[in-house]
């Protein structure tokens, strides 16, 4: 199992990576989506919607999506608002509340309201940003998941989330904060970055994208469990689903994209 995780990582990184650094916008944009059509189909399927229930969700997400790309406005103060209310008040009061189920008229707006705003920030900050300010964005789920795992494993004694995740622990979540905040320092340090004017914005990225990281996996999580399923989808060797995959980085990418336009920080400035 562990050998193929880290085949199928491995893989995964290099896909990425050439899709990040050898596509032009629009290839890029379009595989972005297509990432995100198999999370909104593996969610779909995990709540049992038909066939067509599960097309005519993809489409109409797709025709959201078209309609944003097509359009002149300036569509930025949606996108954040939409992300800030999904990932700090939405999803946190399904968290403490738990729902015991999810009806599928829910899960259809929870398909658009989860990777929308991801994809479009996905797309914006590669446009104006570069691919390696991108990377150095999504690394942060990435570490502090890594983070939380090793720290919560070393020493990990209380439970963050029992009855939704109970792998997970208060420790290792300070774990991950932690390694978030070193790798952020380092990067600030070495003026690798342009979305962190100084070392205060640097401690509240660390602190916020760490938080809303986690908050996007239990969302997963507790959507699995209430659908009684282990994986979002099997077509990941030894990771499951693409959903699996993405449930911290579509939080991540989000709320990053909102805190950066809110600081009204664009690649014109620097």
């Avoid at 969700?57 to 002149?72: D, F, K, Q, R, W």
């Avoid at 899960?107 to 991801?118: E, K, V, Y």
């Avoid at 691919?131 to 789920?141: E, K, P």
């Avoid at 060797?237 to 709320?255: K, N, Q, T």
Wanted: proline share 3%.
């Amino acid at each position: 199992m562990l050998k193929h995780r880290i085949f199928t990582a491995l893989v995964l990184l290099f896909i990425t990576a050439g899709v990040m650094f050898y596509t032009n916008p629009l290839t890029f944009a379009i595989c972005c989506w297509m990432l995100c059509l198999t999370a909104i189909y593996e969610l779909t399927k995990m709540y049992k919607f038909s066939i067509i229930q599960s097309i005519a969700t993809m489409l109409i997400a797709t025709a959201a999506v078209i309609g944003i790309a097509v359009t002149s406005s300036d569509l930025s103060q949606i996108m954040r608002i939409i992300s800030v209310t999904t990932w700090c008040f939405v999803t946190p009061l399904i968290l403490i509340f738990m729902p015991k189920k999810f009806p599928k008229i829910s899960i259809g707006i929870f398909s658009l309201i989860l990777f929308i705003p991801a994809y479009y920030a996905l797309n914006i900050i590669h446009a104006f940003f570069g691919s390696w300010q991108l990377i150095s964005i999504l690394a942060m789920a990435w570490i502090a998941d890594t983070g939380a795992y090793f720290v919560g494993r070393a020493i990990g004694k209380r439970k963050l989330a029992p009855k939704i995740s109970p792998g997970k622990s208060i420790e290792g979540a300070i774990g991950g904060f932690i390694f978030v905040l070193i790798y952020l320092i380092i990067l600030k340090s070495q003026n690798a970055v342009d979305y962190l004017p100084n070392y205060g914005t640097t401690f509240k990225f660390a602190f916020i994208l760490t938080a809303v990281g986690i908050i996007g996996d239990l969302l997963e999580s507790w959507f699995k469990r209430v659908a009684q399923v282990k994986d979002s989808g099997n077509i990941l060797p030894g990771h499951g689903g693409v959903f699996d995959r993405i449930d911290s980085l579509i939080a991540v990418i989000a709320i990053a994209y909102a805190i950066i336009s809110g600081m009204k920080i664009t690649l014109l400035l620097h």
